[in-house]
């Protein structure tokens, strides 16, 4: 019996196609299989088509709340797990799992770091139709995202805040998964999308996790059901790993604030540090705020954590926190002041409406897809962009729109691609004789 665990333990008794068996017909995969997994992809001893069948077999058989804590636990264990306790022990990391017209992070870190609090994050760049936080800082002159662990830690040491590109010793095992789900149309399953998110996470050592959980049209998940069913998982499997998490789940239906590109939207940061504040970024950034307000003890009352979120844009802290994070990351400070300096397009088109009315929906795939098209995004990892290209939506949800009038400005550099564009993009706007009722986008929040 002994000697039968024995071989077990170190995995040498298993095969991977018994694994892929057992899942196939609705097995619970146990920890040491899940161990065996994850170590066969690292030594390269399970091959991709092995891998890719095993995924297929979790994507139609699920996985349980014990197997997703252990593919997530050695998932993080595949590679290097930061250690940030030498600088705080209240650090707070954000993730968003995807959007339109996200740039949360970027009012997020700021905010935080003039609140003296901590945080690290390790961001991604866009893929498929969702931006990426590293494609728009990229868009800054000289912006450096590629920093080494030691750089980072040095710069969050420093300036209570820093950003770079998700490095690939963090999680390894959840790059070598999520380039073949990408491939095998395995990525929008709960429970890998969970430990693919929980994991990077975990490995990137901050001691409070808040996560930004998107559904609609714009989003991964489609209903706000499934981005209950995720966040819960993610939070129970933080949990279990250690972590003090929570998940804000917010509607991604429609673009957030005006601006989708990248440029476009690191203008639309500063104008928000500034003090011109779009109400749908206000209500996530200082949503998630206040929750890493409570997490880390600086303030339990929802009033005076806005007030004090208030009180660090009119003062200018928050501003002059991303100015410092930006020239401490080699970026040009001059755009601040001259928005020229950021890439320009050569081409800017306006969309008039085509009716009188308000503006009652944006569906931000639409929206999403135009500004690919236009330049923005990229479809494969190894894709070029353009950080000129966007879409900045003059007219917004509840707005009153009169026939001519425009609605949204093109920018770009691909004049063949202006007609399809102005296609999707009036396509996107839904125009209504009535006035809509103010929404809000908070769905809910799990603890
Ligand atoms: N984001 C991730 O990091 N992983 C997923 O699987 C999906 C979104």
């Known amino acids: ?21 057992k899942k196939k017909k609705g097995g619970s995969l146990t920890e040491q299989e899940i161990k065996f ?21 979790i994507y139609f058989n699920g996985m349980n709340i014990d197997e997703t804590t252990w593919l997530t636990k050695y998932m993080v264990e595949s590679g290097e797990i930061l250690d940030l306790s030498e600088i705080s022990k209240n650090i707070v990391d954000k993730h968003s799992t995807g959007g339109v017209g996200d740039k949360i992070t970027l009012m997020f870190l700021p905010l935080m770091a003039a609140a003296d609090i901590y945080t690290a994050k390790l961001s991604g760049r866009g893929l498929g139709h969702t931006g990426g936080t ?14 080494s662990i030691e750089e980072f830690k040095e710069k969050v040491k420093t300036h209570k805040t820093a950003i770079a590109a998700q490095t690939l010793s963090l999680a390894p095992a959840d790059g070598k998964l999520y380039a073949l789900r990408d491939v095998t149309s395995t990525v929008d399953i709960i429970p890998l999308i969970a430990s693919s998110v929980v994991s990077k996470k975990v490995a990137s050592g901050a001691d409070h996790i808040v996560l930004d959980v998107k559904y609609g049209s714009g989003a991964f998940l489609k209903t706000a059901q499934d981005a209950e069913k995720l966040s819960e998982i993610m939070v ?4 279990r790993l250690g972590r003090n998490i929570c998940a804000v789940i917010s509607s991604m239906n429609q673009p957030l604030g005006r601006a989708v590109g990248n440029s476009v939207e690191i203008q639309e940061v500063i104008e928000f540090l500034k003090g011109n504040i779009e109400s749908d970024l206000k209500e996530i950034t200082f949503t998630l705020a206040q929750t890493a307000f409570e997490k880390t003890g600086k303030f ?16 200018g802290k928050a501003l002059d ?21 950021l890439p320009q397009a050569s081409i800017k088109y306006e ?29 494969k990892k190894t894709d070029s962009i353009d950080y000129s290209a966007g879409i900045y939506l003059t007219q917004k949800y509840g707005e009153p729109v009169c026939n001519g009038e425009t609605i949204a400005v093109i920018y770009t550099n691909k004049e063949d691609s202006i007609k399809d564009a102005e296609n999707l993009v009036l396509e996107a706007f839904e125009i209504s004789e009535n006035e809509p009722e103010p929404i809000s986008l908070i769905y809910k929040i799990i603890h």
Do not use: H, W
């Open 1 to 21: 019996m002994g000697f039968f665990y024995l071989f077990l333990e170190f995995g040498v008794y298993m095969k991977i196609i018994d694994i892929i068996e």
């Open 37 to 57: 997994f994850i170590d066969g992809i690292m030594n390269g001893s399970i091959e991709d088509y092995q891998t890719s069948a095993l995924l297929m077999a």
């Open 134 to 147: 590293i494609d728009k800082l990229e868009s800054i002159p000289n912006f450096k995202t590629d920093l």
């Open 236 to 239: 129970e499997v933080g949990k």
């Open 300 to 315: 339990t009352s929802k009033e005076e954590g806005f007030k004090y979120l208030e009180d660090m844009i009119t003062s």
């Open 321 to 341: 926190k991303f100015k410092e994070i930006v020239e401490s990351q080699g970026g040009d400070i001059s755009i601040f002041d001259d928005y020229t300096k």
């Open 351 to 379: 969309v008039k409406a085509e009716k009188d009315g308000f503006v009652k929906n944006i569906d931000a795939l639409r929206i999403a897809k135009a500004c690919k098209n236009l330049g923005a995004g990229r479809e």
